[in-house]
C-alpha cells in the first residue's frame, strides 16, 4: 500500500527527547478511534541534528496512543538518532532514522501557512498528497513552496495535523 498522506513536520530548535510533543504528534497523524491510518507517512525532520524520523503507516506494527507505549518507541528512535548515523536504520516496525544532508522538500509538497488561501478540492491530489508543518523551521526551499490554509490561526502542530485529517477526509471521503 503506498502513502496517500504524506506530512514532514519541522522541529529546528526541539529536543529530540520531547516526548510528550513528539507523541501528541504521532496520534494526530495516525490514530483513528479503532485503528491506524495506514495510508500516512510522517516525517519528522529536525535540521540541527540533521536527521530524519520517518514512520511508515502501512508498516508501524505495535504501537499504542498512550504517552507511555510511544515512549518506548521514541526511546528507540532517538538512541538511532543519536548514533553516527551513515544510512537508514529502522529501530522498530514501521519506523526510519535517516541522515539528512539538506532540508529540501519535494515541489509538490504543500506548506502548512495560516496566511495562505485555504485548502480546498483544487489544491488536494486524494491519490497522494504532501503537506510541510513548520514548528520552529521551514525547509530550504519553503519560499518556493505552494502555501495552504488549514486553520484560521497558526495552531501547533499536533493540532493542525487533526484539522488536516479531518479536511482531508472531508474532501476525499
Given at each position: 500500500m503506498?502513502?496517500?498522506?504524506e506530512?514532514?513536520?519541522f522541529?529546528a530548535?526541539?529536543?529530540?527527547?520531547?516526548?510528550?510533543?513528539?507523541?501528541?504528534i504521532?496520534?494526530?497523524?495516525?490514530?483513528?478511534?479503532h485503528?491506524?491510518?495506514?495510508?500516512v507517512?510522517?516525517?519528522l525532520?529536525?535540521p540541527?541534528f540533521r536527521v530524519r524520523?520517518?514512520?511508515?503507516?502501512a508498516r508501524?506494527?505495535?504501537?499504542h496512543?498512550?504517552?507511555?507505549s510511544?515512549?518506548g518507541?521514541l526511546?528507540?528512535?532517538?538512541?538511532a538518532a543519536?548514533?553516527?548515523l551513515?544510512?537508514?536504520?529502522?529501530?522498530?516496525?514501521?519506523?526510519?532514522v535517516e541522515p539528512?544532508?539538506r532540508?529540501?522538500?519535494?515541489?509538490e509538497?504543500?506548506l502548512?501557512?495560516?496566511r495562505?488561501p485555504?485548502?480546498s478540492r483544487e489544491?488536494?491530489d486524494c491519490?497522494?498528497?504532501?503537506f510541510?508543518?513548520?514548528a520552529?523551521?521551514?525547509?530550504?526551499?519553503?519560499p518556493?513552496l505552494?502555501?495552504v490554509?488549514?486553520?484560521a490561526?497558526?495552531?501547533?502542530?499536533?493540532?493542525t495535523?487533526?484539522?488536516?485529517?479531518i479536511e482531508?477526509?472531508?474532501?476525499c471521503?
Open positions: 503506498s502513502a496517500a498522506r506530512y514532514l513536520v522541529l530548535g526541539q529536543p529530540l527527547e520531547d516526548k510528550p510533543l513528539l507523541s501528541r504521532i496520534t494526530s497523524a495516525f490514530f483513528l478511534s485503528d491506524i491510518r495506514r495510508d507517512v510522517l516525517r525532520v529536525y540541527e524520523v520517518s514512520l511508515l503507516g508501524l506494527r505495535h504501537v496512543v498512550d504517552e507511555q510511544l515512549s518507541v526511546r528507540r528512535a532517538e538512541r543519536r548514533g553516527a551513515q544510512r537508514a536504520v529502522s529501530p522498530h516496525p514501521g519506523v526510519l539528512v544532508t532540508p529540501v522538500v519535494s515541489s509538497c504543500l502548512v501557512d495560516a495562505a485555504w485548502l489544491l488536494v491519490n497522494y498528497s504532501c510541510v508543518i513548520s520552529g523551521s521551514s525547509p530550504e526551499n519553503a518556493s505552494r502555501r490554509r488549514v486553520t490561526f497558526p495552531k501547533p502542530a499536533d493540532t495535523l487533526v484539522v488536516l485529517n482531508l477526509d472531508r474532501i471521503g
